[in-house]
């Protein structure tokens, strides 16, 4: 079922599935149609263009493209958790925001625009707000709570400096507690630099762990995971690159949570150790599951998508902090 439809030069609100769905118009005339649904934990929102020669795979709802598009439309299928959505909470709801922005090419006759699409749902009783610090940031849903921050030298205890000389090491821990859950093996999917808390389209960014665990950063410098203290935690010793130097610099992580007897080819936590090639850093004998950090890392099982929507799966923010030239 669709919530909101119409011409978008009025402001519109409806009911949809509990969930209030606020429309505000674009500043600039639109002539167009919209239909969004917000699902309890997902958005669909239908596009529908008049204009016949605008050019609907130029819609962006955040950074995400549409689901599906054709001349004239374009659909969005989306979770909350991707694209972006920015999250706040009011009293006893929980608001999802974003922006459905039109990216006009330089030779085009339709101007760009934004449109502000909103979703407000009633405050989950086991949701927790987030704690954000530049150092050390709390992300808690249910039972299980991710911890990422950055760290002194030890690991001991958090970071007593934001600002780093190139070629230092930037200690960072991320950690899962886990109340009812079975012991879980914490890893770091995905790592890359930004000098924007939010990741954009165009915003400048730098690799540092990607293809599924693997931590590209290790090939050319010092960067290591170093050895587990406990599965639930991970430790990651960061050489300063040169990126964005003396501008503020965020790092975005996707942290996932397993099960440690699960690992795969996209489940694990590879670095390179010069002289051996890629090691795998829960048991060495398994290495084998890293071969694929210089290819495109594919697992051979079915996706546990159940596990990635209770909440296996976070992304999380470190920052801000600076990398500075040893001559500043």
Known sequence: MHCVSGKHSVMM????????????????????DMKVDCGPDFVTL????????ADTSLLRLGNCFPTS????????????T?????????????????????????????????????C??????????????????????????????????????PAESTRFPLGS?????ASVV????QPLLLLLEECVAATTPELYLESTMYPIISNKGCLLESVSS??????????????????????????????????????????????????????????????LAQSNLCDCCESKCKSRRQRSVASEKHGMVHKAVIGPFTITDLNS
């Open 13 to 32: 609100v409806s009911f949809c599935q509990g969930a209030l769905l606020l429309s505000l118009a674009a500043a600039m005339a639109v002539y167009a």
């Open 46 to 53: 239908m596009w529908t263009e008049s204009r016949p020669q």
């Open 69 to 80: 598009f054709s001349a004239g439309e374009a659909y969005f299928y989306v979770d909350l």
């Open 82 to 118: 991707d694209c972006n959505f920015r999250r706040l909470v009011t009293g006893d709801a929980l608001v999802y925001s974003n922006d459905l922005t039109y990216v006009a090419s330089a030779d085009s006759y339709n101007l760009a625009f934004t449109h502000p699409v909103v």
């Open 120 to 157: 407000a749902y009633d405050r989950p009783k086991d949701w927790y707000a987030t704690i954000y610090d530049p150092v050390f940031k709390t992300y808690s849903l249910g039972d299980l709570q991710f911890n990422i921050g950055l760290m002194n030298d030890d690991f001991s205890g």
């Open 169 to 173: 090491i930037i200690p960072i821990m």
């Open 178 to 181: 886990q109340e009812t859950h």
């Open 222 to 283: 010092r960067s290591k995971f170093e050895p587990r203290q406990k599965s639930s935690e991970i430790r990651l010793s960061l050489q300063t690159f040169t990126f964005a130097m003396g501008e503020e610099v965020f790092i975005h992580c996707k942290l996932l949570a397993w099960d440690p007897n699960g690992l795969d080819s996209t489940k694990k936590a590879c670095h390179f150790v010069e002289g051996h090639g890629w090691e795998l850093l829960d048991n």
